[in-house]
């Protein structure tokens, strides 16, 4: 299985300043179709898991442009401009190049 | 609007059996590939199986493969895990997850549903 590794596990972001979270994958997740499958979740507390960023880079419907994801290969990385309130919870990177789909450790946010 | 909403979990003895539904509504499901998501109590995420959507297509994680099967009935637009030989670790709650139509992710979840497995 390809393996998921994110950095920090932990966030401590005062309202307004930014936050990046890295994540690496042990196999590179570009396609031979050119396209990269690497993908953002953020699981809010006591919610199911929500779809921030897709193919590395696109912002799923609805999701504010604070978020931006970025990265290529093997190493990527998920920015959010200026955190709000509504931005704790957990943060997961998913690759589904592989039939068995991973997902990171999870980056758990909170506001200082 | 889109809807997932799994039942079926509860507590049940290792080596018990026991079968998850999710019902869908507010798409067209049989156009739709589909998963089986869990997260053990206080863990992170993690994928159990998948299907495709006229389900000729399915996949396991390593950690339930031989024990749960996943499967589909397209006229009641429902999912099901059919999951035996349970496990202390196959505590979780477990989410129905639709795939994405522009791409091989799961960009819709249900509520999620909690399998203890206990003595």
């Known amino acids: 299985d390809i393996v998921m590794t994110q950095t920090p596990l932990s966030l401590s972001v005062t309202p307004g300043q930014p936050a990046s979270i890295s994540c690496k994958s042990s196999q590179s997740l570009l396609h031979g179709n050119g396209r990269t499958y690497l993908y953002w979740y953020l699981q809010k507390p006591g919610q199911s898991p929500q779809v921030l960023i897709y193919e590395v880079s696109n912002r799923f419907s609805g999701v504010p442009d604070r978020f931006s994801g970025s990265g290529s290969g093997t190493d990527f990385t998920l920015k959010i401009s200026r955190v709000e309130a509504e931005d704790v919870g957990v943060y997961y990177c998913?690759?589904?190049?592989?039939?068995?789909?991973?997902f990171g450790q999870g980056t758990r946010l909170e506001i200082k | 609007e889109v809807q997932l909403v799994e039942s079926g979990g509860g507590l049940v003895q290792p080596g018990g059996s026991l079968r998850l539904s999710c019902a869908a509504s507010?798409?067209?499901?049989?156009?739709?590939?589909m998963n089986w998501v869990r997260q053990a109590p206080g863990k992170g995420l993690e994928w159990v199986a998948y299907?495709?959507?006229?389900?000729?297509?399915?996949y396991y994680a390593d950690s339930v493969k031989g024990r749960f099967t996943i499967s589909r009935d397209n006229a009641k637009n429902s999912l099901y895990l059919q999951m035996s030989g349970l496990r202390a670790e196959d505590t979780a709650v477990y989410y129905c997850?639709?795939?994405?139509?522009?791409?091989?992710?799961?960009?819709?979840w249900g509520q999620g549903t909690l399998v203890a497995v206990s003595s």
């Open positions: 997850a639709r795939d994405g139509s522009s791409g091989w992710y799961p960009d819709c």
């Open positions: 507010g798409f067209t499901f049989s156009s739709y590939e």
């Open positions: 998913m690759q589904s190049i592989h039939v068995s789909i991973t």
């Open positions: 299907i495709s959507s006229s389900d000729n297509t399915i």
